[in-house]
């Protein structure tokens, strides 16, 4: 038995979750969210938990145990708390601003500014010019797009220039050391 399937998951006040047929919808305080599970994965949505389970000992069943049981975990989490991701910007005149609307503008040190268009659901906020926050009540989501704005300039190994997750270790190579001519 999948030790993470196994457990239940609490639902907390303010939460409602219904079923039908194939999808769980997921309504708090910060939004609804929906997710279409597996018609073999069985669900059992009691008073004040939800308890996942499954019908045989098959290998397909013991992969979706665990899977359903985190994306109907996440999604709880995720209208009760929501979910937040922070991005640093490294670099001499790197910056970042989310004041413009429905753009986050970047300054990546292209000749060019970068206007990366707010998707449906996320917020950025820019505590400072170098800090980008990423928040949503959906995981999948803001973790797409985290990784979507860090793909715009990706970490380099020699000056720890780019963006970059803030609890990410940027491992550092030396330079080109001058050698000695034969």
């Given amino acids: 038995m999948s030790n993470i399937g196994k457990q239940p998951i609490p639902i907390p006040d303010g939460v409602e979750i ?17 997710q279409i599970i597996d018609s073999e994965a069985n669900v059992a949505i009691e008073e004040n938990e939800v308890v996942v389970t499954r019908s045989s000992d098959e290998k397909r069943q013991r992969e979706l145990h665990g899977l359903t ?6 999604m709880v989490e995720g209208v009760t708390n929501g979910y937040q ?22 300054n990546l040190g292209f000749s060019h500014p970068i206007y990366y268009e707010k998707p449906e659901g996320i917020t950025f906020e820019t505590p400072n ?3 980008v926050l990423i928040k949503g009540i959906n ?4 973790g ?3 990784a979507n704005i860090r ?9 720890g220039k780019g963006i970059k997750y ?8 030396a330079g080109k050391s001058i050698g000695a001519v034969a």
């Avoid at 219904?18 to 997921?26: K, L």
């Fill in 69 to 74: 049981r985190v994306l109907i975990a996440n």
């Fill in 18 to 34: 219904t079923r039908m047929d194939n999808e769980i919808f997921v309504k708090g305080k910060l939004g609804e969210l929906s």
């Fill in 166 to 173: 803030s609890d990410e270790y940027v491992r550092r190579k």
């Fill in 151 to 159: 793909e715009l300039r990706k970490p380099e190994p020699y000056k």
């Fill in 144 to 146: 797409q797009v985290a």
């Fill in 85 to 106: 991701k922070e991005l640093n910007l490294v670099g001499v005149g790197y910056s970042a601003d989310a004041s413009k609307g429905n753009f986050l503008l970047l």
């Fill in 129 to 131: 010019s170098n800090t």
């Fill in 139 to 142: 995981k999948q989501e803001v």
